[in-house]
């Protein structure tokens, strides 16, 4: 099984958000970048089928060179390869255009995407690469086991989980659940040594449209000083969230 | 010209989500001066969609899609668009409608703005706004496709009563066996338990109740407001609740009208997922806890004294209702 983990490069979860010319960019300016972490969970998935069944385990990401240490970490993690498709992730479209691309080259049985990335929260890209090269697909996915062709895998839903069954070749948009989070794995120096000598190769976008543009950006509107309300005058809560806040 | 919603249901019957959707592609259609089409797929009843706004609704029933199917639900999306000559396209953004707006969007070569939190800001350019960065931010999105596709983020419109008179129609879509290549097995939900998803009310619990053994109180408070149960991060790492409760920038997102954190920091990456939620209560011994920075109202005190007291006080409250 020939196995693709699409990697987003992502500012850590604990960056502040900031932006610069005219809030029309994001500012990186001392923000750290990481892998993101639904994709560190179906990375870790990946690295199951391939110590469990043989797989075959590349990694893939749209970026500039800025990106590689994110790449460089999954393959200390495991991966065998890395390909990193040399060009700005305008829209989510553009880069699923990208990795179609990748994917049919390279002929992908199971391409594991994260079910968003925790930057432009898009949650798009794994969905648009099912429909433009015809895989199926399953989304919110928290487990997955693969036998020969057939595929049993559990997604989400909203109040509980639903058992789908399926074939190859299959992409899915995981999230934790798939492996937990002890399960995650940190590179050790071996692997870190190894990782540095593992095939990363540049390959140049397809030429494609975008669909959307980003035009701005804006923060949450401060809020007001929160009210305190004395631990011996529940009353005033109640009262304060039927009165004021109409909610309950 | 037309503007097309999907309105989702669960076993018939709709949801608020499906309000919310009419509602707000009512105003859609308004902005843009072309009419609204409400497209619904084995619902019981469809009349209650007039209520927002729906003028005219297609009503698909077929036994095909008894379950959902993204790849065939997003067949009849795009058959029903091109039906209509709807250039708009609006979906909810539950586990189901984010699952299949995508390929929807492929289908229509349209480009697609998921977590849409407001009406288009301008028609022409069409510019929406949304959420990124985990609700640390918005994005002023433009759509620049001649078609378009827009996630609504839940509980960010409302609902807007909008009665109007309803032609309804039947619509036969064409589905081929290729639809169903990911077929449902089978489901597991908790009964009578309120989703994340679909609460208005969302009481949740962290670190500082020290044990699962403790939920009994977050469970009671919850009860009587009729409200989802939800937790911190470390507290389902430590298996003390199930993981399908985790909420935050890498768990489940919340936007209810209120969430009342019980024993919880309030780490930037909790407050990344629970941040878009109305209004925040926040119960903590610390009033040094970053949480209350970030809540509207606040209470220093011990859980385990507080929120038993706080449900006694919430049922004679809702007794005098
Ligand atoms: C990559 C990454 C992603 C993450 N994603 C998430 C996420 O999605 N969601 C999330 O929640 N976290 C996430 N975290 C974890 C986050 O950083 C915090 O560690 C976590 O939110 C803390 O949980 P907590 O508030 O329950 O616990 P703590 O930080 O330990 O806080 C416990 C609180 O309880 C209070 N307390 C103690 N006793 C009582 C009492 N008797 N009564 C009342 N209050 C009491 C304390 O004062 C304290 O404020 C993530 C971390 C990383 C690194």
């Known amino acids: 099984m020939k196995i693709l983990v699409c990697i987003s490069h992502v500012p850590d979860t604990t960056s502040k958000i900031n932006f610069k010319d005219d809030n029309s960019k994001f500012d990186s300016t001392g923000v750290q970048y990481v892998i993101n972490p639904h994709d560190e969970f179906v ?13 075959s385990l590349t990694v893939v990401n749209v970026g500039d060179a800025s990106s590689e240490p994110t790449l460089r970490k999954a393959l200390a993690i495991g ?11 305008t829209d989510g479209f553009y880069v699923a255009k990208q990795l179609a691309e990748v994917i049919k080259n390279g002929g992908y049985d199971l391409v594991l995407a994260g079910r968003e990335s925790l930057d432009y929260n898009g949650g798009m890209v794994p969905g648009m690469i099912a429909s433009l090269i015809d895989y199926n697909f399953v989304n919110a996915c928290i487990g997955i086991d693969v036998e020969e062709n057939q595929v049993t895998a559990t997604r989400e839903i909203d109040g509980g989980k639903e058992v789908v069954s399926t074939e190859l070749p299959l992409i899915i948009g995981g999230q934790k659940g798939l492996v937990e989070d002890k399960d995650l794995r940190i590179p050790n120096m071996r692997g870190i040594m190894m990782a540095r000598k593992k095939p990363l190769q540049v390959v140049e976008p397809i030429d494609t449209n975008t669909t959307t543009a980003s035009i701005s950006f804006d923060k949450p509107e401060p809020r007001s000083a929160c009210k305190m309300v004395d631990s011996d005058n529940l009353d005033e809560l109640i009262s304060l969230l039927h009165n004021e806040a109409k909610v309950i | 010209m037309s503007v097309l919603v999907f309105a989702d249901n669960s076993e018939g019957k709709f949801k608020k989500n499906a309000f919310e959707v009419t509602s707000y592609g009512k105003k859609v259609a308004e902005m843009t001066q072309t009419n609204l089409v409400v497209l619904t797929i084995n619902a019981d009843n469809v009349s209650e969609l007039a209520n927002y706004g729906a003028e005219k609704i297609l009503k698909v029933s ?13 067949d009849v999306v795009k058959q029903a668009a091109e039906k209509e000559g709807a250039d708009i396209v609006i979906i909810d953004s539950s586990s189901n409608g984010s699952y299949f707006a995508p390929l929807v969007a492929v289908n229509l070569e349209a480009g697609y703005a998921s977590n849409a939190v407001e009406l288009p800001s301008s028609i022409s350019p069409f510019v929406i706004k949304r959420k990124a960065f985990s609700s640390k931010a918005f994005n002023n999105t433009e759509i620049k496709t001649s078609n378009k596709v827009i996630g609504l983020s839940k509980n960010s419109f409302g ?39 679909d609460a208005d009310i969302v009481v949740s619990g962290g ?3 020290k044990s699962g053994e403790n939920w009994g109180i977050i469970e009671e408070l919850a009860d009587v407001l009729g ?3 939800a937790c911190s991060k470390p507290v389902s790492d430590l298996g003390w609740r199930p993981h399908s409760e985790h909420v935050g920038q890498t768990g489940k997102p919340v936007s209810s009208n209120l969430y009342i954190a019980i024993g919880i920091s309030g780490a930037i990456q909790h407050l990344a997922g629970v941040n878009s939620s109305k209004v925040k209560v926040v119960i903590n011994t ?36």
């Open chain 2, 159 to 197: 609902l807007v009563e909008n009665s109007v008179n309803t032609n309804e129609e039947d619509f036969t879509p064409t589905l081929s066996d290729d639809d169903f290549n990911v077929t449902f097995k089978s489901v597991e939900k908790a009964t009578g338990k309120v989703s994340i998803a």
């Open chain 2, 286 to 321: 610390d009033p040094e806890a970053p949480f209350f920075k970030a809540a509207d109202y606040g209470i220093v005190g011990d859980a385990f004294d507080v929120v038993p007291r706080l449900t006694e006080k919430l049922k004679e409250f809702k007794a005098n209702q």
């Open chain 1, 43 to 55: 990375l870790t998935r990946a690295m199951w089928f391939k110590e469990k069944q043989g797989a």
């Open chain 2, 207 to 209: 670190r500082g109740l």
């Open chain 2, 62 to 74: 077929n036994d095909q899609l008894k379950d959902f199917n993204a790849k065939a639900y997003a």
């Open chain 1, 79 to 89: 991966a065998d390869d890395a390909i990193r498709v040399n060009a700005e992730p």
């Open chain 2, 227 to 229: 409200a989802a149960t």
